[in-house]
């Protein structure tokens, strides 16, 4: 999984399918999370369309709630929250929820610390 975010991080995009919450019920829709360097977008592909973007921020957070072992939540710079459930096998590593919430939260610390003036390099240097 670290060589994964590592690459992804080099490359500096990525993305990955998911489902976004519809917000009624446990109803989900099919979506796709795309992150780039400057941010991140959710492009549904069922009826609504909706379609988001952000430029990541530190107040940008990424969070995974109790009790669910594939869903996790973007919460913007705005406030708004978006619940995300990650879709893929259990044997796809580059897929998983853990996976997705440490590539984002990785570019969320890039991005205030490109904010700051930081020098850059990667976190899993050995």
């Known amino acids: 999984m670290q060589d994964y975010i590592g690459k992804t991080f080099y490359t500096g995009h990525t993305s990955y399918k998911v489902s976004l919450s519809t917000g009624y019920l446990d109803i989900w829709e099919p979506a796709t999370l795309a992150i780039k ?4 977008s959710i492009k549904c592909s069922g009826s609504s369309g909706v379609v988001v973007t952000e430029k990541f921020s530190p107040s940008t957070t990424v969070a995974i709630p109790y009790g669910h072992a594939t869903v996790f939540s973007i919460i913007g710079s705005n406030g708004t929250e978006y619940i995300l459930r990650a879709e893929n096998s ?32 990667l976190f899993f240097n050995k």
């Open 37 to 40: 360097r400057e941010g991140y």
């Open 90 to 121: 259990p044997e796809d590593v580059s897929g998983s929820r853990d996976t997705i919430v440490l590539t984002l939260r990785l570019f969320v610390i890039r991005a205030g610390q490109k904010s700051k003036g930081k020098k850059r390099g």
